[in-house]
């Protein structure tokens, strides 16, 4: 496809201001009266949150709390993992997957993932079960759905936990249902640049369990249902009031804004398909993307990035180290070679802009300006 140039000479990798500025009128009103009340902690605009989340993605318990790392630590002890405990996750994720087994003595075990879609697989996980495994932790990467179905047919055969990341993925959905629905527990991050964000740091835990509920509330508030009265080491983990009213706001547009990233998705599929050198991400079958990250493929990745990052717009890595070579995880022995396809694939992806408000014009000039950098052309 031929571009013409546009007059746009700058594309940010991410516009917060503009899905703030949506959803302004809605929530200072209610910041001024949480200001006003000293309304923080706890009250009904979280409970409201909660409820509201919890219909969206189909569960019955939505908890709300501090931010999507210890979601997955609560999510992880409250379904019973230990020190020396296994929980088997993909080997490209944010270290959070990792990071939050870790921090209460399991061990995280790395597998590869499938080449096309760069999701976790399945007969990677199956292999790697041992008699120390207590859980598969799928993630849902990029704005996809894991394969849900054959992961749930594993652990059901060896007894596991499913304990999904969807930190990326609100609102996206595959054959076994939406993401945060299809596991025994959920992790998610409302990160500000998460589908679904806050204005600063938050997460959920998400079940249809009513005693891992019962147990994440507890946890997340000093192992505490009643005041001064701790049945467990809990930790300070609650959710921010001023976040639940942003939130809230959000979530009434969320499926527009997924909306508009799947528009997105395509038109940079039709400015960027003829591009030799340029490999495209593609959808699972049965999944509805909902395009967290839109992630291509290209060879000489950092010459390319510097390129675009020349010519002012965004881009970023998601992300240029697998965690079983990060300097953290160097006890557990990783090495290079381990996981072929992720960390082939940790050399040569690239995130270009993607968020609601992307105009189509802004999508003209990242192709413009990549079309340049993978052919050696002036921008």
């Known amino acids: 496809m031929t571009i013409t140039p546009t007059g746009v000479r700058s594309v940010p990798f991410l516009d917060l201001a503009a899905q703030q500025a949506e959803v302004a009128d809605e929530v200072l ?69 990792a990071e939050a087994v870790s921090r209460i003595g399991g061990v995280p075990v790395f597998v ?50 499913v304990v999904e990341d969807a930190a990326q993925a609100q609102g996206a959905s595959g054959f076994a249902g939406r993401a945060g629905a299809m596991g025994l527990v ?58 639940a009213t942003v939130l809230r706001a959000k979530l009434r547009r969320l499926e527009r804004w997924n909306e508009a990233r799947r528009d997105a998705a395509a038109r940079y599929a039709d400015l960027l398909g003829d591009i030799e050198g340029v490999r495209l991400p593609s959808v699972r079958p049965g999944n509805v993307d909902v395009w967290h990250l839109y992630v ?19 881009a970023g890595i998601h992300y240029p180290t697998p965690v079983h070579l990060t300097g953290a995880y160097a006890d557990l022995g990783g090495r290079a070679g381990q996981f072929p396809v992720a960390e ?22 990242v192709a413009e300006v990549l079309r340049a950098a993978v052919e050696g052309g002036a921008v």
């Open 29 to 97: 009103p209610v910041w001024q009266r949480q200001l006003t009340d000293a309304a923080f902690i706890g009250g009904a605009e979280i409970e409201a949150f909660e409820r509201e989340y919890a219909d969206y993605i189909g569960v019955s318990h939505v908890i709300g709390v501090s931010n999507g790392t210890d979601a997955l630590e609560l999510a992880y002890r409250a379904i019973g993992v230990q020190p020396g405990d296994e929980v088997i996750m993909p080997a490209n994720t944010f270290i959070a997957t």
């Open 112 to 161: 590869d993932v499938d080449p096309d879609y760069l999701l976790i697989d399945p007969e990677a996980v199956d292999a790697a079960v041992t008699s120390r495994t207590r859980a598969i932790a799928p993630v849902h990467l990029f704005g996809q759905t894991a394969p849900m179905s054959s992961l749930a047919a594993i652990a059901q055969r060896h007894g596991l936990a």
């Open 186 to 243: 959920a992790a998610t991050s409302f990160y500000p640049g998460k589908n679904l964000g806050a204005a600063g740091d938050a997460g959920a835990v998400l079940t249809g369990d009513e005693q891992i509920a019962s147990l994440v509330r507890t946890l997340s508030a000093h192992g505490s249902r009643v005041k001064y009265v701790h049945d467990h080491i809990g930790m300070n983990a609650r959710m921010d009031a001023i976040q």
């Open 296 to 314: 291509v493929r290209v060879a000489d990745r950092d010459r390319v990035l510097a390129e675009l990052t020349a010519a002012r717009v965004g």
């Open 344 to 365: 082939a694939a940790a050399g040569g992806i690239l995130s270009l802009p993607m968020f609601p408000h992307l105009t189509a014009s802004q999508q003209e000039r």
